[in-house]
C-alpha cells in the first residue's frame, strides 16, 4: 500500500522554465510533507518542507503547494537549472518531529540546457 | 548542514554471510538514527528505528533476527544483515536528525549478495 504515490517517473523541462513535481497522498493522517533531492549513489538531501497548517512555503527558487483537501502537494521549481537534474522524492510525516519518512517512488526531473 | 556518513558505500558478499554497515553522525550526536532501504526504480522504505541505549524499533514486516542494529554510541549506529540472501541485494541508507531539527541522510550503501 503505497501512502505517498509520485506517478510521474520522470520529466524533462528547458532551462530556465518552470519545473512542477507533482505528489499525492492518502492517509489524511499526515501533517508535515517534504522534497528530498537526491543524485546517483548519494542519499536524498532535504529541499524544502510544509506543514499541513499551511498552503504554501517559499525558498528561492523552490516553492512547495499543500491542497490538504485534494491530498496532494508540488514542488515548483522556477527557473529550473541543469543543475537541478536529479531524482526528487517528496515524503509525508504524522508530526515533524517524529522523523519518521514516508517516501514517494521519486520523479526524475532532467533540467534541458 | 550536518554530515552523516556510511561506510562501506558497497559491499558484494556471498550467500550465507553476513555484513555490517556502519553509519556515523559526523558533526552532531544522534540518540535516534534511521534505517532505510531502496530497492531500484522505489522508494525509500523505512526498516527500523535505531535507538542509542536501548533495543531498536523495527517496522512491520521487516525481520529483527535478519536485521541486527547496534546503537553503539551517540554517533554510531551498525546494520548487520544477517545470513544474507540475493534478494537482500539492495541500498540500504541511514538519516539521523541533528540539532538544527532537519534529518540528514547517509550517502548510502549498496549490497549485492551473489
Known amino acids: 500500500d503505497q501512502q505517498v504515490k509520485q506517478n510521474s517517473p520522470s520529466l524533462s523541462v528547458q532551462e530556465g522554465r518552470i519545473s512542477i513535481l507533482n505528489c499525492d497522498y492518502t492517509n489524511s493522517m499526515f501533517d508535515y510533507f517534504l522534497w528530498y533531492k537526491k543524485y546517483p549513489a548519494e542519499g536524498p538531501t532535504f529541499l524544502i518542507s510544509?506543514?499541513?497548517?499551511?498552503d504554501k512555503n517559499e525558498d528561492g527558487r523552490f516553492t512547495v503547494f499543500l491542497n490538504k483537501s485534494a491530498k496532494h502537494l508540488s514542488l515548483h521549481i522556477v527557473p529550473s537549472q541543469p543543475g537541478d537534474s536529479a531524482v526528487y522524492f517528496c515524503a509525508a510525516s504524522r508530526g515533524s518531529g517524529t522523523y519518521k519518512y514516508i517516501f514517494g517512488t521519486g520523479t526524475r526531473l532532467k533540467v534541458l540546457a | 548542514g550536518a554530515v552523516v556518513s556510511q561506510h562501506p558505500s558497497w559491499v558484494i558478499c556471498k550467500s550465507g554471510t553476513s555484513v555490517k554497515i556502519e553509519c556515523r553522525s559526523l558533526?552532531?550526536?544522534?540518540?535516534?538514527m534511521f534505517w532505510y532501504r531502496q530497492f531500484p526504480k522505489q522508494s525509500l522504505m523505512l526498516m527500523a528505528t535505531?535507538?542509542?541505549?536501548?533495543?531498536?524499533?523495527?517496522e512491520q514486516g521487516v525481520e529483527k533476527d535478519k536485521f541486527l542494529i547496534n546503537h553503539a554510541s551517540l554517533t554510531l549506529s551498525t546494520l548487520t544483515v544477517t545470513s544474507a540472501h540475493p534478494e537482500d541485494s539492495s541500498f540500504y541508507i541511514c538519516?539521523?536528525?541533528?540539532?538544527?531539527?532537519?534529518?540528514?541522510f547517509g550517502p548510502g550503501t549498496r549490497l549485492t549478495v551473489t
Open positions: 535505531s535507538n542509542e541505549g536501548s533495543k531498536a524499533t523495527y
Open positions: 538519516s539521523a536528525p541533528a540539532p538544527d531539527y532537519e534529518q540528514y
Open positions: 510544509i506543514s499541513s497548517i499551511k
Open positions: 558533526d552532531f550526536q544522534a540518540t535516534t
